[in-house]
């Protein structure tokens, strides 16, 4: 390489050197000055003298609990459906619940919505207080069921042992009674029988023709009940029940809805007592000397309220239907109490006399000619000795 060619290398680098120079010079001039203060009146900091910027603080979080989703009121609290989020302590009330241990196994009192921030007043332990308190009956009614009330009396309703909250079981027996397919009517029908003359006479009145004999119309009634029979003497004789009652015997069927939820025993009655919104008299104060006045004779006593004679039942919509319609036709109801957490669904066959003599085996005796006569004896007491007689 010549000397020329490195004297120009040299030169170009220079200028390459000052220009990055230039460069920084400038940018250093554009950069804005700032003014270090301390912070109290703006004035500038002494020299040596260090300011701490300002630091922003975020404040301190709790947890609180929170519902996954949206249940309705009286609807239980249970472990998957809640959760802990973070919460600012400055919004966190003394209301608040923090612990899900807390909200485990409580009802809504009202509706939850999903992330909703629980509090004491949204819950409550007791599932009546539920509808006492706030909505009525119909807050113990799990969802997709609907509630009716049904007659009862002491035999029917476990001997008035039913409560709210209570599982019962329903056993519904319906009586089926033959009926004529024509006149839709319980068989059986009433029957009557005509000579053959009259009959006869019957049809000329219904044709026109003139009747020559003055023979009056003979009607034979006869008991809707029974059978024609020869007689040994060979006479024919109508055979009929001694029963006052000759209706035929219907047939009971026995079944049973399982599981229904005891709404409510007795007719519903308003939160509160009315008596408690009376106003107390004040007794006015005596005047000294004045005799104190005679207390008036006590009220007589509460008569007893009679025993509740209807129940509110919760049932899923079509079970509901089948019990408005066993009422309906007057079937007889009764129910029988489940355990505690008893809900089981068991696998029961409807009862009737086929499944009786099937099931338990029962044999039907044979119609006998001859039966036991039972002797009635009756015992005259011994009078009691005279006074003064001897033993």
């Known amino acids: 390489m010549s000397r020329r060619t490195i004297l120009i290398l040299i030169f170009v680098f220079g200028i390459v050197l000052l220009s990055i120079v230039g460069v920084v010079f400038i940018l250093q001039q554009n950069q804005p000055t700032e003014t270090v ?45 809640l959760a802990l989020d973070m919460r600012p302590v400055g919004t966190v009330g003394n209301n608040v619940i923090t612990s899900i241990d807390e909200a485990l196994n409580l009802y809504a009192r009202t509706d939850i919505y999903q992330g909703e921030t629980l509090t004491y007043d949204t819950l409550v332990d007791d599932i009546t207080k539920v509808g ?15 509630a009716q009330s049904v007659p009862m009396d002491r035999l029917s309703g476990v001997a008035y042992g039913l409560s709210e909250g209570d599982y019962v079981d329903i056993m519904v027996t319906f009586f089926f009674r033959q009926i004529d397919e024509e006149f839709q009517t319980y ?14 006479a019957i049809e000329a009145i219904g044709s026109g023709e003139v009747i020559t004999n003055g023979t009056a119309f003979v009607l034979f009634p006869i008991s809707p009940i029974g059978r024609f029979e020869e007689l040994p003497t060979g006479d024919i004789a109508h055979i009929s029940p001694n029963e006052e009652d000759t209706a035929p015997r219907p047939v009971p069927v026995t079944m049973i809805i399982q599981n229904a939820r005891v709404i409510q025993v007795g007719q519903y009655t308003l939160p509160g007592n009315p008596a408690d919104a009376a106003p107390t008299a004040t007794p006015e104060p005596l ?40 009422v309906e036709v007057n079937a007889q109801v009764f129910f029988a109490l489940r355990g505690v957490n008893d809900g089981q669904l068991y696998s029961v066959e409807n009862m009737t006399l086929d499944f009786l003599l099937e099931r338990f085996n029962v044999e039907i005796p044979p119609n006998l000619g001859y039966s036991v006569e039972a002797l009635i004896r009756e015992v005259t007491p011994t009078p009691p000795p005279e006074e003064g007689s001897a033993p």
């Open 187 to 200: 068989l059986p029908n009433d029957a009557a029988f005509y000579l053959e003359e009259q009959i006869e």
């Open 287 to 326: 005047e000294e000397g004045q005799p104190t006045p005679t207390p008036l004779p006590a009220l007589a006593p509460t008569a007893t309220p009679p025993p509740p004679d209807v129940l509110v039942l919760a049932l899923q919509p079509q079970q509901q239907l089948l019990l408005r319609y066993a």
């Open 132 to 146: 006492l308190d706030s909505y009525g009956p119909s807050s113990l009614i799990p969802p997709g069921y609907v």
């Open 37 to 81: 203060t301390d912070g109290e009146d703006g004035a500038p900091a002494p020299d040596g003298v260090t300011v701490d910027e300002p630091v922003e603080t975020v404040p301190p979080l709790v947890e609180v609990v929170v519902s996954l989703q949206t249940v309705p009121r009286g609807h239980q609290m249970t472990e998957d459906i």
